[in-house]
């Protein structure tokens, strides 16, 4: 993606090869944007416990 897009580019604070940063000045494409975003919260969601999941999952 950081290769297609310009304002795509390594996450400031994070890991910088599995996380990204994004411009929000409209050059990234609203359905790629939401498919990165929906991407991103089922990794973090994966990341916590059944039970934690479940408890998130209620409240959403």
């Known amino acids: 993606m950081r ?4 304002d795509i580019y390594p996450g400031y604070y994070m890991n ?3 996380w990204n940063s994004i411009n ?3 050059a990234v ?8 975003l929906d991407k991103s919260y089922d990794l973090v969601l994966a ?6 999941q ?7």
């Open 54 to 60: 479940a408890e998130i999952l209620e409240d959403v």
């Open 24 to 26: 929000p000045d409209g």
């Open 3 to 6: 290769e297609q897009y310009e």
């Open 16 to 18: 910088k090869i599995h």
């Open 47 to 52: 990341g916590f416990s059944k039970k934690k």
């Open 29 to 36: 494409p609203d359905e790629l944007l939401k498919d990165l």
